[in-house]
């Protein structure tokens, strides 16, 4: 396998998305590298679990209650609560990486026996 004239993931990954304008991508960088000061843990439960999971909440009780005339129940409702945080927290930490990984790149893969090549036995 030639390494030599591979792209390393997250050379791969700018690739793709270069024509997509430097300038939109400065400025969203820039709205990224705001958002990253604040902490993962900020991120994760401001975009995850309250936007994103507050909004699959609203969203499913609505629904259950205008669309398909189910009157509420707070039993439904209780694991609705429970569910669309954890599934929000899991969103918010998967956008998270994926935002880290797009704007600054993959983490490159560790050699193994810390870089150090594989001792071999010698022959006298």
């Known amino acids: 396998m030639r390494t030599g004239s591979k792209l ?16 939109k991508m400065a400025k969203k960088r820039q709205a990224w590298e705001k958002m ?20 699959m909440f609203l969203l499913t009780t609505c629904t259950d209650i205008f669309v398909r005339h189910f009157p509420p129940h707070l039993r439904l409702m209780a694991v609705g609560l429970i569910v669309w945080p954890l599934a929000g927290y899991a969103w918010g930490l998967a956008m998270w990486i994926m935002n880290e990984r797009f704007f600054f790149g993959w983490p490159e893969k560790q050699p193994s026996n810390n870089g150090s090549q594989p001792e071999q036995a010698q022959s006298e």
């Open 8 to 23: 390393s993931e997250g050379a791969q990954v700018q690739m793709i998305f270069r024509g997509y304008g430097t300038a």
């Open 36 to 55: 990253r000061q604040q902490g993962r843990q900020s991120y994760i439960l401001r975009r995850g679990v309250a936007r994103w999971g507050g909004f």
